[in-house]
């Protein structure tokens, strides 16, 4: 089964211009706006609505209901053409970013006009992670342990570099640099107000699910390991990362829940055999491709988004069990890191990627969120390493070396 992008070939009614400079689309607002960019295609909104009513302490299927009970509301009042865009978080009600917003474009493809980097002028004064190192390789040592007595298959562990900078940070500068740096993968930049909440920004390899008419993919990565400049030795690494028995272990875990969940849903699913590697500039990753087509046509995206989220790429294996072992070792809130974002029409079609890669910008501080998925044969230090090598896509889209850190860690 081979699934087209609908947006551009279906409906190009909702296409504002086939082709749109990259400089001017990426131009973040002051004040709200969700942008959204795809291998397909680029979203964006800068005309915020409302934002979703979420009650404390209420879950994911709460916070869908709401969502879509609001925007029918609002298409009935008189915006036909609203749609709900935004960041569904990990696990906690106060960090729901999803807003009802009109004027939505597509755009189907972004022009780039140089390959020039403007560098930012900022330097930074201060950095620090969360946990420290040796605190984490002690976390993922616990973790392995805990695997190994059978307690659990696979849990996601994550910490945060903190960067405290000279400057109040360009918004629209580093969100044009993801995106030109990720241009096969979904690059996203959210805030319900900027001036108090400040933007969620990140990009992101890996797909939860999108859902048009009665088509359905998702695009899980798991499996993970650094790319190098030597191009003999990325390939070697490229290959170490296809044969290796643990990050495959990792990857099957993920495909079996996703295709568990998505099996009901479905008269048809095709799931590849074995994985594919893609890169990103500086990641190899196993990823594949699901792709299905639905019972009914009426199944909405977010039918699908509560079964899915989170998946073991970004939680871990039995989910409970894994969510109560990140909740205790985290000395932090994942906000919206290792949630969805997305969007979602009146007719419940929509695609959502895994909110990874990404960090909290706010004035001059920059929270950045990585994670590594931990399994019975996880090396505390491997999994070290990956993290580090997780935060240098935003790191890349400041234009920071590991040098530029060092020495300003505290």
Known sequence: ?????PYFIQKENYTESRVAFAHEILQCDRDAGFYFTTPDYVLKSQHKLQDIDIAPDSHLSDWLKQARS???????????????????????????????????????????????????????EQARFIPSGEHYQAQVAELVHKMQQGELNKAVLARILELELSDDIDISQ???????DNPEGYNYAVARDAAHEGWFV?????????????????????????RDTDPIQDQHNAQQLLASAKDQHEHAVVIEMIADQLSPFCKKLHIPKQPSLIRTQRLWHLASRIEGELKNKDIHVFDLVEKLHPTPAICGQP??????????????????????????????NGEWSVTVRCARVQHNIARLFAGAGIVAASDPSAEHAETAAKFRTVLDGFGFSSEHIMGKVK
Request: no cysteine.
């Open 1 to 5: 089964m081979s699934i087209q992008h």
């Open 70 to 124: 609001q925007l029918n509301q609002v298409i009935q009042q008189g915006h036909p053409q609203a749609k709900i865009l935004g960041g569904i978080p990990f696990s906690n009600a106060q960090d729901v970013n999803l807003m009802l917003m009109d004027e939505v474009k597509f755009y189907q493809k972004l022009l780039y006009t140089s390959s020039h980097r403007e560098i930012t002028a900022s330097t930074i």
């Open 174 to 180: 580093l969100f044009y640099h993801l995106s030109q």
């Open 202 to 226: 990140g990009a992101s390899p890996e797909l939860l699910v999108a859902k048009q008419g009665t088509q359905v993919w998702s695009k899980p990565v798991a499996g993970t390991l650094a």
């Open 319 to 348: 989910t409970a069990v894994a969510k109560d072992l990140i909740e205790q070792l985290e000395p932090f809130n994942r906000e919206l890191f290792a949630g969805t974002m997305g969007w979602a029409d009146a007719q419940g």
